[in-house]
């Protein structure tokens, strides 16, 4: 019988940790086995600062996860975010000595391309490969036998802060797990919910968190661009929290049951006080006019990184946002107005098995996160980011 490929993914986001247990298929599906997620207090904006707390919250998520598909993975392959990852473009360009091009020519390539300056502190996350080009010629898909002089590469290469590295792969291992691969969270969200066609006709990917939201650009079926900024949806939570005078919980359920981008909605709202029996009056259209300010910074935050690529016309597959964030009642129409692009809701797809909740946008980085694991089929834990990033293209290339 053939060995079952199991595997176990994490995102350890600012609000809660998810953990899933994926099987990959011949076909190339994801079924989903297991999947959890537990509220997590400690982190902030994507970065762990209460360590011990985290790493409850991680193994809570991996071990329920785990009971839920009948299995006991240690390994994991975790989500990083935040806003101190950056991508530097590479590129090498080498001379084929045998004529034919093999894995090693390929590998070769790739490292080289790899090699950028990495600024003080900083370290390789993942290298995403872009283009290959064989005798100049550019866009082959696999060049694998082809005869030719030179073979050459275009990556990103994702950097990150090694402290942030080290704490994130630290918290993992305080949970009684091992940390193999980590996969930049937007670039998992997109591969969880963004098609082949939308990132070939071009397309923006929100992912919008508690505490970050990553930016992402795909045109030409290639990652062109993308960053995080340290925003999410917490900071409207914690706006209302303020501005109306009511506790964070408070403030979160008015948030999720009321508040809504562009509404003309008036009246109040009672919010019982939080000691005694007293009851507080909110009025709507105050609260509206917060999440309104706070949604109007967040979004040029957002345009100043759609600035930095040059549009000839918008995305033609237009805006797909992910996250818990992405939910906010009225955020779509009013990007939709704001920009004249679609927006939709991206929901995880390619996905059999316990599907349902892993089909919320909520769920988008921890399903990439599997998603990326299936794709290269990663088995062991390898020593140094540099290794993890050659054993990466030596099993995406197979
Ligand atoms: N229905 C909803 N309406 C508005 N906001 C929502 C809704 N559901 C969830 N959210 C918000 O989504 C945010 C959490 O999203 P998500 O779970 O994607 O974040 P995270 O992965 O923990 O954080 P990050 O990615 O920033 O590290 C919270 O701020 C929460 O209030
Ligand atoms: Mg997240």
């Known amino acids: 019988m053939p060995k079952r490929q199991l595997m176990l993914a994490l995102d350890v986001g600012t609000t809660k940790v998810s953990a899933l247990v994926a099987e990959a298929r011949p076909d190339g599906e994801l079924a989903v086995l297991g999947i959890a997620a537990t509220p997590v207090v400690g982190m902030r904006r994507g970065l762990v600062f209460e360590v011990e707390r985290v790493a409850l919250a991680i193994r809570d ?15 994991a392959a975790v989500a990083i975010n935040g806003d101190h990852l950056t991508i530097t473009p590479g590129q090498a360009k080498v001379s084929l000595k045998s004529g034919v091009i093999r894995d090693e020519d390929m590998q070769r390539v790739l490292e080289r391309a790899a090699h950028v300056e990495l600024g003080a502190g900083r370290e390789v996350v993942r290298v995403i490969r872009r283009g290959i080009a064989v005798d100049g010629f550019r866009g ?18 994702v950097t990150g802060l090694s402290t942030v590295i080290r704490n994130l792969r630290h918290v993992v291992n305080m949970a009684g797990l091992q940390p193999l691969e980590l996969i930049p969270a937007p670039e998992a969200s997109a591969l969880a919910v963004l098609s082949a066609e939308e990132k070939q006709v071009g397309v923006v990917h929100l992912d919008v968190g508690g505490g970050t939201t990553g930016v992402s650009v795909y045109r030409s079926g290639q990652l062109e661009y993308f960053g995080v900024i340290p925003l999410g949806g917490e900071s409207i939570t914690s706006d209302l929290s303020v501005g109306l005078g009511v506790v964070a919980t408070q403030a979160e359920r008015l948030k999720l049951e009321h508040a809504a981008v562009a509404s003309e909605r008036e009246g109040t709202l009672e919010v019982r006080a939080v000691s005694g029996q007293s009851v507080k009056l909110i009025p709507i259209k105050e609260m509206q006019e917060i999440v309104a300010a706070r949604v109007d910074e967040w979004t040029d935050y957002v345009e100043q990184h759609l600035q930095r690529i040059e549009w000839t016309k918008g995305p033609a597959a237009g805006v797909v946002m992910t996250g ?20 939709r809701l991206g929901t995880p797809i390619g996905l059999g098995g316990l599907s349902d909740l892993s089909r919320s946008p909520g769920y988008a980085t921890v399903v990439g996160v599997a998603k990326a694991m299936a794709s290269h089929e990663q088995s ?9 990033v050659v054993q990466f293209w030596v099993n995406l290339w197979k």
Not at 61 to 73: I, P
Not at 140 to 157: K, R
Request: no cysteine; charged share 20%.
């Open 380 to 388: 062991r834990t390898v020593e140094s980011p540099w290794q993890r």
């Open 140 to 157: 082959v898909a696999d060049p694998q036998g082809m005869v030719a002089h030179t073979l050459e590469a275009d990556v990103f290469v």
């Open 61 to 75: 998520a991996a071990n329920r996860a785990n009971s839920m598909a009948g299995s006991d993975l240690t390994q």
């Open 324 to 343: 818990g964030g992405a939910l906010l009642k009225g955020l779509g129409p009013y990007l939709e107005t704001r920009w004249g692009w679609p927006v």
